[in-house]
């Protein structure tokens, strides 16, 4: 039914590659955007999107991409999700290089990306309206102990979603946030926790179904798919068992008798 094209960065993997094919089965044109090429062309076989390598945290390469999307047809929405945690080190022990990392596809990656991309959603938005989806996180919200880096960068990004927001009143651009909680996706937690699988599964262990990539998936599409006037605005998406940052249930979920 829809014609609309929507840019996704971080589509090689994870939630932004679940994003990507969903919008696909609904009708979408795709451009998924990541550095890995190969995971780039694997998923273009499968859902038939378009791709373009790039590494959002590279101002040339963010050009590039505009420049791109500029010639190839509209950007009716914007899905900013490329990101990423480093490490889980406490304030005291975190490498600054872990943090810069973090800082940068999280927080400038999102800032580089809605700027390069802005007057391409505006020539579309003349004729109806756009939107800019950005991924943060529950941690953007609850400081937890090892989440430094990663609570300050996600902090960072919920500030600017804010200010975007504020600064694109009165335009018929919606300014929407989705911060998940614990979601379980092949990567994520692996790079985070420097590839020790035994910390991944010791993270997952006995969560009665943790989120995963397709939920997200499911919820960023159904509220860009909403009517153009219905602004989701920020949107919290937790697995049940998890009913804040520090309250998680390990093991089955039942009522009280
Ligand atoms: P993944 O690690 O699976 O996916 C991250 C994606 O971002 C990959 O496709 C990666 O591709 C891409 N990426 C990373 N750095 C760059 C870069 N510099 N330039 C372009 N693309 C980049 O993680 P998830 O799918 O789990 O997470 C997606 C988003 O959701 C992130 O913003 C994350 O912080 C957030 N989130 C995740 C949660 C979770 O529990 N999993 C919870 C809350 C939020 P490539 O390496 O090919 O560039």
Redo the contacts with the bound molecule.
């Keep these: 039914m829809s014609t609309r094209r929507v840019v996704i960065?971080?589509?090689?993997?994870?939630?932004?590659q679940a994003t990507a094919t969903l919008f696909a089965e609904q009708g979408w044109k795709v451009v998924g955007?990541?550095?890995?090429a190969d995971?780039l062309e694997q998923l273009a076989a499968k859902t038939g999107i378009d791709t373009f390598v790039?590494?959002?945290?590279q101002q040339d390469d963010v050009e590039a991409l505009r420049d791109y999307l500029a010639e190839s047809g509209p950007v009716h929405a914007l899905v900013n999700?490329?990101?990423?945690?480093f490490g889980a080190a406490s304030v005291e022990e975190s490498d600054p290089a872990d943090w810069l990392r973090m800082f940068e596809?999280?927080v400038l990656?999102v800032q580089r990306v809605t700027s390069a991309l802005l007057p391409l959603l505006r020539k579309v938005a003349a004729d109806g309206h756009a939107d800019i989806m950005t991924?943060t996180?529950t941690a953007g919200f609850v400081p937890y102990e090892g989440g430094g880096g990663y609570n300050a960068a996600k902090f960072a990004a919920h500030g600017v979603v804010g200010v975007l927001r504020l600064e694109l009143a009165g335009e018929p651009i919606r300014v929407l946030e989705i911060a998940?909680?614990?979601?379980k996706?092949?990567?994520?937690a692996f790079?985070r926790l420097g590839g020790d699988t035994s910390k991944v599964e010791a993270l997952y262990a006995g969560v009665e179904a943790p989120l995963v990539?397709e939920d997200i998936a499911e919820a960023i599409v159904h509220a860009i798919e909403l009517p153009g006037h219905v602004n989701m605005d920020m949107i919290t998406i937790r697995p049940v068992a998890q009913a804040a940052q520090h309250k998680l249930i390990r093991g089955e979920l039942t009522p009280k008798a």
């Design positions: 960065t971080g589509a090689s993997s994870g939630i932004g955007v990541a550095r890995r995971r790039a590494d959002v945290t999700n490329a990101g990423g945690a596809v999280n990656g991924v996180s998940p909680g614990m979601v996706t092949d990567e994520f790079n990539a």
